[in-house]
Every structure is written in structure tokens, then in C-alpha cells.
């Protein structure tokens, strides 16, 4: 699993309240990721990290916030979830090696309701 | 990125291969082919990836052909466990994300 660690696994939250995820990774990755999965949609790229302090923009990133403050953890905010954004959450991150080869975690569901 | 085109669903009965196909008439000179598989509910999985020349590993093999326009990644003898979505995608040399499309449904058969 290449030491990545999501929490929490499982939430539902109301409309119009903050939400966080967090992502934990052991190995002193520089690149990690935050995609979402939906049915029809596949996964989609919300944010990126390449480094502390060093984050991007996704395909969908409206209404999120990323912050990555050490290495090792990489937070997704929802400022004020919306129902739109039920989703199953996958965090990522790139190995160290030429070649693009991602390590997933094992995903957060989350249910805004 | 050069856009991917894959079969939404393909079958195969155990112990076969599996073939599975993937399109990329837009490739330029400097795009990877990567494949990647997602097993229900989980996190993708790598699986191989190719410039121009075949590979194999342990999981699989990748064929592409002369022309890049398409590729083949081949699961030679396939178990039920390899029941899952798999994804073809064209990531640009020196690009740092990936970009997933709808992939494959490939369904093995008892």
C-alpha cells in the first residue's frame, strides 16, 4: 500500500458544514494527489501537492482547498459541502522512480446530506 | 495529454488471454502509455507502461504499435481476480499527474 493512509474512511456530513481529509503517507513522497470518483465520471483530479506548501489545481477543483504544511500529510477541505460533492475520495501518490507509477490509498467515502 | 479510447466493457473466460485494447491516434513523440486496473472498490493499481517498444512484467505485457496509435495490453492467463476497470492513459514525459478516462469493465468468466 506503499504507506498511504486516508481518514477518515467513511462520513456523512450535512450541507453547508467543513469538511477535511487527510492523507498520510510514510515514505517522504514529494508528489501526492487528491482525486474523486463518481459513476460516469471515473476518476477526476481535484488537487495536487509537489511539494510542502507546493499545491495545484486539478480538472475539478472548484470548491476545494488542498494544504500540505509537512511531507508526510496532504489535507483536502471542503469549505462547505454540497451534496454535488458525495463522492468516493482517492488520495495518491507518485513514486520515487522515472516512471509514473501511482500508489493509491484505499479511499474515503464521503455523503453529504 | 493525447485523448484515450477503450471498449466501455469486454469478457474473458478464465485461464485465456486477455486482450485489451486502447486507441490514441493523437499521440505525440514524447507520451507514455500507462496502464492502470481498478479492482472493485479499491485504489488503481499500476500495472505497465510503454514508450514504443513492447514490454511485460510480471502482471502483464504491452504491445504498441509502429505507429503509436494504438496499443494491446495483455493479460496472458487471466483469473478471476483480474476482474476490474482498466485504464489506458497517455501522460505527456515530464508530466506530473495522470488523467484518467472512463477505462475498461473486463469481466472474467468462470
Known amino acids: 500500500d506503499a504507506g498511504i493512509t486516508q481518514s477518515p474512511r467513511h462520513k456523512v456530513t450535512e450541507t453547508g458544514t467543513p469538511v477535511t481529509l487527510r492523507c498520510h503517507q510514510t515514505e517522504n513522497h514529494r508528489y501526492m494527489y487528491w482525486y474523486r470518483q463518481d459513476p460516469g465520471h471515473g476518476l477526476r483530479l481535484i488537487h495536487y501537492s509537489y511539494g510542502v506548501k507546493d499545491t495545484d489545481k486539478g480538472e475539478v477543483s472548484d470548491g476545494y482547498s488542498v494544504s500540505r504544511s509537512k511531507t508526510e500529510d496532504f489535507l483536502l477541505t471542503l469549505e462547505s459541502a454540497t451534496s454535488s460533492q458525495t463522492s468516493v475520495y482517492f488520495c495518491a501518490i507518485k513514486g520515487q522512480g522515472p516512471q509514473f507509477e501511482a500508489f493509491f490509498g484505499q479511499g474515503t467515502r464521503l455523503t453529504v446530506v | 495529454d493525447a485523448k484515450t479510447t477503450q471498449p466501455p466493457s469486454m469478457d474473458c473466460a478464465e485461464g485465456r488471454a486477455a486482450n485489451l485494447p486502447c486507441n490514441h491516434s493523437?499521440?505525440?513523440?514524447?507520451?507514455?502509455v500507462y496502464w492502470y486496473r481498478q479492482i472493485h472498490s479499491q485504489g488503481p493499481q499500476y500495472i505497465i507502461h510503454?514508450?514504443?517498444n513492447n514490454e511485460t512484467n510480471e502482471m502483464a505485457s504491452l504491445i504498441i504499435t509502429e505507429d503509436r496509435k494504438s496499443s494491446t495490453l495483455i493479460l496472458p492467463h487471466a483469473t478471476l481476480r483480474d476482474t476490474a476497470v482498466y485504464y489506458c492513459i497517455v501522460r505527456f514525459q515530464g508530466a506530473q499527474k495522470l488523467v484518467f478516462g472512463q477505462g475498461t469493465r473486463l469481466t472474467i468468466n468462470p
Open positions: 510503454g514508450l514504443k
Open positions: 493523437t499521440i505525440s513523440g514524447n507520451e507514455y
